[in-house]
């Protein structure tokens, strides 16, 4: 098991340079990244490689609840910590798969506990292995395959059938977008257009164009992807952006 990069989320400079010592001193962890809200928060995860997030709930502006339902929308999230001042949050974060609840102050003691379980979970993640995965049949240059579902960035509608892009090539599927926003659903994709469908997980930057218009990078991708106004509210509180 590689060391873990970590991401320490909360408004307050003072604990999050605790925790950061706190969770530095530990061997298991490699690199320790800190963000001061969600937005930053959700820059860092899309850059990628981030394994763990240990989340305060209560921040100004967009709250840790709503980066937490964001990372059940990733199709490999990392490992979720709660850690907060208030205990009436328990049962909705345990909702949203935290594998702990960790309340402040944070003793060390406390942080070993909870780093067990990550380290449980990201075990039990690694044991699945891909041997589940989805996979979408397509074609190209004539010959069937079956393209992972992690491996897609994009679908782009193409008459009656859609085109599915990689990063490394493009496939004809020959089943409607409709069929496609319903089997990609819960591994992470979402339709931003009635021409689109992508994978939050490769999400790279968003742009406003205005008139509630936006349009998407992706990551390794050139071309850009509208969002259509209809999904705009919808793909803002996916992202866990204002």
């Known amino acids: 098991m590689s060391a873990w990069k970590v991401l320490v989320v909360d408004d307050e400079p003072p604990i999050r340079a605790e925790l950061h010592y706190l969770l530095a001193q530990d061997s298991r962890v490699g690199e320790v990244l800190e963000a001061g809200g969600v937005t930053r928060a959700v820059e860092q995860i899309m850059a990628g490689g981030v394994d763990v997030v240990f989340l305060d709930i209560s921040m100004p502006g967009s709250n840790g609840m709503r980066l937490a339902e964001f990372l059940k929308n990733l199709q490999t999230p990392p490992v979720l910590v709660f850690v907060t001042a208030y205990s009436e949050h328990a049962v909705q974060a345990f909702d949203l798969d935290a594998v702990d609840y960790v309340l402040k102050p944070v003793e060390s003691s406390r942080l070993e506990r909870a780093l067990a379980k990550v380290e449980n979970a990201i075990k039990q993640r690694d044991q699945r292995g891909t041997g ?18 992690r491996d897609i960035s994009y679908v782009e509608a193409r008459g009656d059938y859609a085109d599915i892009h990689t990063q490394d090539a493009s496939y004809l599927a020959k089943s409607s977008m409709a069929s496609l926003e319903e089997r990609l659903a819960n591994e992470g994709f979402m339709r931003v257009h009635k021409s689109f469908i992508v994978n939050i997980g490769k999400v790279h930057g968003v742009r406003a164009l205005g008139q509630g218009l936006m349009e998407l990078t992706l990551a390794h991708e050139a071309r850009t992807i509208p969002v259509s106004r209809r999904r705009t509210a919808q793909l803002k509180e996916t992202l866990g952006i204002a």
């Open 132 to 149: 589940r995965d989805l996979r979408i049949p397509a074609e190209r240059d004539g010959n069937k395959v079956f393209i992972l579902a």
